[in-house]
């Protein structure tokens, strides 16, 4: 899975599907569904979203917003427990994160105009909570 991640921060305008080896590590993508693997995983794309501009932050970003809403963890696996032993849900678990980042986001939006459309969707995404789209 870290190489999944790694090649996400090399990644250019001309690749093809530039998060799709992320959608398939952390959960099934074509069923849309997430492992709780995509916790840690929103950790690693929004460090690549705060560091590598680009490409891979759109990529990043886009990964983001093809979960939001869209994917439900993977049947049996909507928790998991910590090394604390605490009962961690997968979806309010992303959410959280994302709202940690959130000042940071809009420092990204204000200043990178080539992410700033994505970063608002995803800001207003978080807005709304994770609402299932049909």
Same mark, same amino acid.
């Given at each position: 899975?870290?190489?999944?991640?790694?090649?996400?921060?090399?990644?250019?305008?001309?690749? #093809?599907?530039?998060? +799709?080896?992320i959608?398939?590590?952390?959960?099934?993508d @074509?069923?849309?569904?997430?492992? =709780? /693997?995509?916790?840690?995983?929103?950790?690693?794309?929004?460090?690549?979203?705060?560091?590598?501009?680009?490409?891979?932050?759109?990529?990043a970003?886009?990964?983001?917003?093809?979960w939001?809403?869209?994917? #439900?963890?993977e049947p +049996?696996?909507?928790a998991?427990?910590?090394?604390?032993? @605490?009962?961690?849900e997968?979806? =309010? /678990?992303?959410?959280?994160?994302?709202?940690?980042?959130?000042?940071?986001?809009?420092?990204?939006?204000?200043?990178?105009?080539q992410?700033?459309?994505l970063?608002?969707?995803?800001?207003?995404?978080?807005?709304?909570?994770w609402?299932?789209?049909e």
């Amino acid at each position: 899975m870290a190489e999944t991640f790694r090649a996400l921060m090399r990644t250019t305008w001309a690749d #093809q599907d530039r998060g +799709g080896g992320i959608r398939s590590a952390v959960g099934n993508d @074509h069923a849309g569904t997430l492992y =709780p /693997a995509a916790v840690a995983g929103t950790d690693v794309l929004l460090h690549i979203i705060s560091a590598c501009p680009g490409a891979p932050r759109n990529a990043a970003l886009c990964v983001l917003l093809d979960w939001w809403g869209c994917f #439900q963890p993977e049947p +049996g696996f909507d928790a998991y427990t910590d090394q604390d032993e @605490h009962r961690v849900e997968i979806i =309010p /678990a992303i959410m959280q994160r994302v709202e940690q980042a959130a000042d940071t986001l809009r420092v990204i939006a204000e200043h990178d105009t080539q992410a700033r459309g994505l970063v608002r969707e995803l800001l207003r995404s978080l807005d709304r909570g994770w609402i299932a789209e049909e």
